[in-house]
């Protein structure tokens, strides 16, 4: 059964610091990561990873994937208050359909003023 | 203009009913989806569907069934609800089957079974 950890589940950080989000995961013919943030509605994409040690940058958020050690991280610098949301990690198994996609159970950060 | 909505947005109603939820995009995609996001924010997709193939997640139980009257619509029935069935259910289309990076997801529906 594939299955995505995301670490830590919870987190409050002060604005303006950097914050590093961990995903762990074990798929069957894996084919792609993908990294949301949800904040009080749906969740929205942030980033698509397929290959190993490129990293993926948009403003002050950046995310990388390890294929060999099977995690990605989510990096936000310089934290804002509107960060603060649940950020979701999902992979993709090749073969797609509705069981294609898994969920990590989300960090939840908190970015306090 | 909204991408992906979904009616209603809120649903309470009582064990054993039978409930549907609407979902229309007008973005021309050819896949729709379904998602359940519990309680404790645990998201799972349902059902992939485009105009070609229906793919069920094994883990849903049949009470739940999606409906598609055209390729802008695909409506989840749910027969028989039970209080486990409670959680905000989210609509999604992408242009292609499996283009996750491409979705776009409706405000969801929050749903209590009492």
């Known amino acids: 059964e594939d299955k995505v950890v995301q670490s830590p589940l919870s987190l409050v950080v002060h604005e303006g610091d950097t914050v590093t989000l961990n995903c762990s995961y074990e798929v069957t013919n894996f084919r792609s990561l993908l990294w949301y943030k949800q904040e009080k509605k749906a969740p929205t994409f942030l980033f698509m990873l397929?290959?190993?040690?490129i990293e993926k940058k948009s403003g002050r958020l950046s995310s990388i994937l390890d294929k060999k050690e099977l995690f990605s991280i989510l990096n936000i610098t310089a934290t804002q208050t509107g960060d603060s949301a649940v950020y979701l990690c999902?992979?993709?198994?090749?073969?797609?359909?509705?069981?294609?996609?898994?969920f990590g159970k989300g960090t939840h950060l908190i970015i306090q003023p | 203009d909204t991408a992906v909505s979904q009616t209603p947005k809120y649903l309470v109603t009582q064990m054993g009913n039978d409930k549907s939820i609407k979902c229309e995009q007008n973005?021309?995609?050819?896949?729709m989806y379904w998602y359940k996001q519990d309680s404790k924010k645990f998201l799972k997709i349902m059902f992939s569907?485009?105009?070609?193939?229906?793919?069920i997640n094994e883990t849903v139980p049949n009470r739940f069934s999606p409906k598609s009257p055209d390729k802008a619509h695909l409506n989840l029935h749910i027969n028989s609800l039970e209080l486990g069935d409670s959680a905000v259910y989210f609509c999604a289309s992408s242009q292609a089957l499996g283009t996750y990076y491409e979705q776009y997801f409706g405000p969801g529906t929050r749903l209590t079974v009492t």
């Open positions: 999902a992979v993709e198994r090749s073969g797609g359909g509705a069981d294609g996609l898994t």
């Open positions: 397929t290959s190993s040690g």
């Open positions: 973005l021309g995609h050819d896949t």
């Open positions: 569907y485009n105009n070609k193939e229906l793919i």
